[in-house]
């Protein structure tokens, strides 16, 4: 070779140096590899071209639901965080241990006589266990159903029994610190007795001249709430902002709200929700106005408690069946509501009082019947509202498929989710004429976490179960792209792709429960 032999000697040290890396860089990655042997790589394999697949943690299994074939998968087995898609498993455990039409209530009880002046001479108990709907036009219908019952004075004190549930009122597994301190809707409290989603409704409407300071009050009163409002009405045309600071004292339950910010003249009122500071102050609270309200006289007070075995029920309300509870909570993904219904199963499986830990025993045994080892997966909490929770995609599958061969809890299943083009979260996606109600799913995001847990229907009628879970990215819409992507191609499919020797498979459908 021609050049100096120094030069060829550095080339020569050069070309090995490289050659190992050169070499790793042609080796294939076992994903594709496996990716590429499934019936749907046709159809979805283009899509791994994706920068999320290099950039992101992309998780993905799609199964057919009627062979329960793993018909295209992208490390199915990877733990992720699954944000809210948690709550399909949640409803799915709940539906398996408490049944479609069990129901929350909250009962009013007494220790003593009612004479015929309508006088209850002892005390009265208000015990709950934890109804997610229960509001305040409910609580005022229970009073109403007391005085149709002939009791109009209380001659002791009322008990609030909440005991049904314990281990306090916080999400675990959420440690935002902004949130704690705010108080966002989404991160309210639980409690057995608990009001209006334990969220206050922060009103705020301009005033009749420019300069005076707008309106500002709560939908529902409440003497535990001070505002100190420091808003303008401003001119119609300029640019109106809010902006609200809360100061909650949780032992006390009382909240102070600094809300500043310019109102425009003329514009429409506004509704802002913060979670209230403590649930049992807060329906103390709002229960002493209603009793004032209806003249129902009281001549003790309203205090914790417990109700003694001995007392006597006067008036129960129910709550909604179980199945429409599920229906608001995955449709609009209310965490309150999943917390509220994993801590009741915990208590009617495992025992009163209800716990969090209780509940995510009971999705254990859940993925136990699934045939899920305990040591894939973490639990923390039954909303998803956590980083430290993990599931795969072949596990949310699994819970789909369970739900899809379970006729007893099929329809109530698929009914909770929402779909797409028509309501939930799914309302503004899939929404193409061909594309509407073919799809039914969860969502779940954080930030850095976009999640989808999916029924699909395909052109040809086949119906698929597809789970996504991303993490560790920067930006949504790209996540969310993906996921449309991966949906409109099996909306698209016109036929049964022929499955191949080499693909996986999901495993048959579970038994059913007896």
Known sequence: LPGPPNMLRLCFLMLMLLWPTAWADDEPDPRHVAAQSMPLHPVLGELLDHPLFTSSDVALQVVDLQTGDEVYAWDADAPLVPASTMKVVTSAAALRTLGPTWRFHTALLRDGEVNDEGVLEGNLYVRGTGDPTLVVEKLWKLLVDLEVEGVVEVNGDVILDDTYFSDGPMIPGWRK?????????????????????NALSIVIAPAVEVGQPPRLQLETPSTLVRFENRLVTVAESKRGWVRIERDADLEAGTTVFTVEGEVPHGSPVQRHYRAVAEPRSWFASVLGDLLEQRGLTLSGSIRAGSTPSEADEI????????????NHTNKYSSNFMAEHVLKAMGAEVHGVPGTAEKGLEAI???????????????VVNGSGLSRDAQLRPSHLNAVLLDMHHEPLLAPEFRTMLSVGGRDGTLRRRFDEEDEVGRVRGKTGSLNGVYCLAAYVQSRSGDTYAVSVLVNNFRRTRPVRVLHDRIGEALLSLEGVPVPVAAGGSAGAPPPSNP
């Open 315 to 326: 008036v129960r309300l129910w709550s909604p069946p179980l199945h429409e509870i599920l």
């Open 177 to 197: 610190k902004v949130d704690i301190a705010n108080g966002p809707a989404y991160f309210a409290p639980v409690g057995a007795l608990s009001l209006n989603h």
């Open 364 to 378: 254990r045994s859940y993925f136990d019947q699934l045939g899920i080892p305990r040591d894939e997966y973490t």
